[in-house]
């Protein structure tokens, strides 16, 4: 917490013995050094903050830039910055701010690295807007991302602290802060630029089948893209679960006839979801927050009112992945952030997150927990089970595997008394280079990456976590009702590891089939062959054939894959470059000459959803962090090998931008070239990674102790 500091009576006496010493033995104060000048107390620094207004006269925007935020108290209203129904507001900032104390005591105002690698949810600025936002919010979540305005409102900035009384920007003197992370680094600093736009349907709206749409107006033309929303935990406040879309997800464009109120247009369902609908609506538009179904032609459309929320949602996983790895509990009691170490401390091993890698498999996968017909052998006179109990994959028995009454494992027999940790992992030969740019988005030096997949040949290990929630072995009971903040395998619905974009839900024990060729509640590295999962069967090279024959799905060694999940280097120093954890799999395998239909990956790392309807192609692009930096609707014609149409961002992510694209097809349709663009899209290939019908639709089940006992 905050470090100690003088009492304010002997900070006054050493001011004024310092001041009368400068007037008797010092030069003039002009031939002083700046450093050596400043004899101000913070707090009297801390009210020099600046406030600048600039509106160019013929432009719809203006600017505010505010000098040296306010980070003396929690909260500082701004009633000057003033906001109308109908603005777009875009919020960046930066900076240091010094934080007071003792030793190095300056931090970045909007990504303090103590967050990172100390876990002091502390020293970073805040902000809202009262009714566009429906909460307070880090800076670091509204960084470029537009506010669409509702109604009036004003700028609250506020700053996370316990003791403010020394915070303010005086005494640098060299002081680059904890972990240098001021370096070069000027004071704190926001800016925002305020556009009077008249499009007041852009936002986040709220369907009354469970989903939400992400509607983005431009004049008279209307894009959205519609996604579900999957299992919520009761309690907590989370407003989706990890992945969202996996039910339904359909894609909009139309028009809106401002005058008589309606929006009239066509739709599509893309396979992201287990539906493939389309048709076409007409709208009316009830009130500035309301929009009601008047009629619908093709597909049903399951829709019927609309209701407008914030344009800035407090999306699930919104916050640093460090943040979760200091909450993610492992069975072995240590959080994740103890783990990912690279052989140094808390989170050192944490480089960057939505990280996707190209490869092959070079190993089966196995896992680090008890098949599914495992049984114990061992009989704890305290734990009131037999020994042919099968084990569930529910959380407790992950977390306590070791502790009554959930206990399976003999920790106290076996000399590495960890239990296994319930991973399925695998290697993967890399089959493209990685971007090793240094960026805002690495949390340590990139170039560590580079040298270990030198040393390893680009050879790479992936782990699918089993659970990633915040629960301890004193909560195993209770497992099931605390957040899982990043996907597990044996997790369900949205928090669950995704393949071929289905959950794999692996508690269900027909959804992931563990082998028993292992004990492993008898050795804590110990593992077993996982044979199936989902409708894939998983054998080795000289079994294919045999697998083949029986006309099962079967994958085996250097199978194409393309992995999304978090690049790390765990506790184990010198180990092989890792994803870890997995967030999901792709099994590429597109059929040759087939409708364009199905999942495809670009060269901006982004999953792009297709629907190909006769000559008509829709898409809806998601950056790799789930669409949270960038979500793209295309609407276009395929004629011949030529693809062309018009597209536009949606406030999923931080951009709003729309324009037209042309677009080549290979003779094999299996890759898309870009060749004329308006409105600055990023992507300029496209690879189809499989065909839709390579998805099976499972229901999404939750596996929850009551449906055990």
Same mark, same amino acid.
């Given at each position: 917490m905050k470090k100690r500091i003088r009492s304010m009576q002997l900070r006054q006496v050493l001011v004024v013995a310092f001041v009368f010493l400068v007037l008797v033995f010092s030069p003039p104060p002009a031939s002083l050094p700046k450093a050596e000048s400043k004899t101000l107390a913070c707090e009297s620094d801390s009210n020099s903050q600046l406030v600048i207004h600039s509106a160019p006269p013929n432009t719809n925007f203006e600017t505010w830039d505010i000098q040296k935020p306010m980070v003396r108290q929690a909260w500082t209203e701004y009633p000057q910055i003033q906001f109308q129904a109908g603005d777009r507001v875009t919020l960046?900032?930066?900076?240091?701010?010094?934080?007071?104390?003792?030793?190095?005591?300056?931090k970045r105002y909007v990504d303090p690295q103590d967050f990172v690698f100390d876990n002091r949810d502390a020293y970073y600025g805040s902000a809202e807007i009262p009714i566009a936002m429906p909460a307070?919010?880090?800076l670091k979540a509204l960084l470029g991302r537009p506010i669409d305005m509702p109604g009036g409102s004003y700028l609250r900035l506020g700053y996370a602290d316990d003791d403010y009384s020394d915070n303010g920007y005086c005494d640098r003197n060299g002081d680059n802060g904890t972990h240098d992370q001021c370096l070069g680094i000027d004071n704190a600093w926001v800016h925002l630029t305020v556009v009077h736009?008249?499009?007041?349907?852009s936002g986040v709206w709220f369907g009354d089948d469970g989903a939400t749409y992400y509607l983005h107006q431009e004049g008279s033309l209307v894009w959205w893209a519609g996604m579900s929303e999957e299992d919520v935990i009761a309690g907590h406040d989370l407003v989706t679960t990890f992945q969202q879309g996996l039910r339904f997800t359909n894609v909009f464009e139309g028009k809106v006839d401002g005058g008589a109120g309606v929006i009239s247009g066509e739709w599509a369902d893309v396979p992201r979801g287990s539906t493939l609908g389309n048709g076409s609506l007409t709208l009316a538009i009830t009130a500035p927050d309301e929009i009601r179904k008047r009629e619908e032609h093709g597909s049903h459309f399951g829709a019927t009112v609309w209701r407008k929320g914030s344009s800035?949602?407090?999306l699930f996983n919104s916050t640093d992945v460090a943040g979760s790895f200091f909450k993610i509990m492992r069975n072995d009691q240590g959080s994740m952030a103890h783990h990912m170490t690279n052989g140094q401390g808390d989170n050192q091993g944490l480089f960057r997150d939505n990280t996707v890698v190209y490869g092959t498999l070079k190993s089966l996968p196995v896992a680090n927990f008890p098949g599914n017909n495992a049984s114990i052998t061992f009989f704890d006179q305290t734990c009131p089970f037999s020994t042919d109990y099968r084990f569930p994959r529910i959380y407790p028995y992950f977390m306590c595997a070791d502790f009554c009454p959930y206990k399976w494992f003999n920790g106290s027999a076996i000399t590495n008394?960890?239990?296994p940790d319930g991973d399925v992992h695998f290697d993967v030969q890399l089959s493209r280079p990685l971007n090793l740019t240094p960026g805002t988005d690495w949390y340590n030096p990139p170039s560590i990456i @580079?040298?270990?997949?030198q040393q390893y040949g680009n050879l790479a290990h992936a782990e699918l976590t089993m659970y990633n929630r915040t629960a301890n072995a004193n909560q195993c009971a209770h497992g099931d009702d605390y957040p899982s903040l990043l996907p597990g395998w044996a997790d369900g619905g949205g928090n669950s590891v995704l393949i071929n974009g289905q959950p794999l839900n692996g508690a269900d024990f027909s959804r992931v089939v563990i082998g028993t060729e292992a004990q492993v509640f008898t050795n804590g590295n110990a593992s077993s062959n996982v044979e199936r999962v989902l409708d894939w069967t998983l054998v080795p090279p000289e079994s294919l054939a045999r697998c083949r024959a029986t006309q099962a799905k079967c994958l085996t060694l250097d199978q194409p894959v393309r992995i999304t999940g978090v690049l790390a280097l765990d506790e184990h120093s010198g180990n092989k470059v890792e994803i870890h954890p997995v967030y999901s799999i792709d099994i590429i395998?597109?059929?040759?000459?087939?409708?364009?239909? @199905?999942?495809?990956g670009a060269d901006d790392d982004a999953t792009y959803y297709v629907r190909h309807i006769g000559n008509a192609v829709w898409w809806l692009g998601l950056s790799r962090d789930r669409g949270l930096t960038f979500a793209n609707v295309f609407h276009g014609i395929l004629q011949g090998n030529g693809l062309s149409g018009e597209w536009s961002d949606v406030p999923l992510g931080t951009f709003r931008n729309h324009g037209t694209l042309n677009l080549s097809l290979d003779a094999n349709r299996i890759n898309l070239s870009r060749l004329v663009q308006t409105g600055n899209f990023g992507a300029q290939s496209w690879d189809k990674l499989y065909d839709q019908?390579?998805?099976i639709h499972l229901p999404m089940i939750q596996n929850r102790m009551s449906e055990i006992r």
């Open positions: 960046t900032a930066g900076g240091c701010v010094q934080t007071g104390g003792s030793g190095k005591t300056w307070p919010m880090r736009a008249n499009d007041m349907l800035v949602v407090p008394n960890d239990p @580079g040298d270990r997949l395998q597109p059929t040759l000459g087939a409708p364009l239909t @199905g999942i495809w019908n390579a998805r």
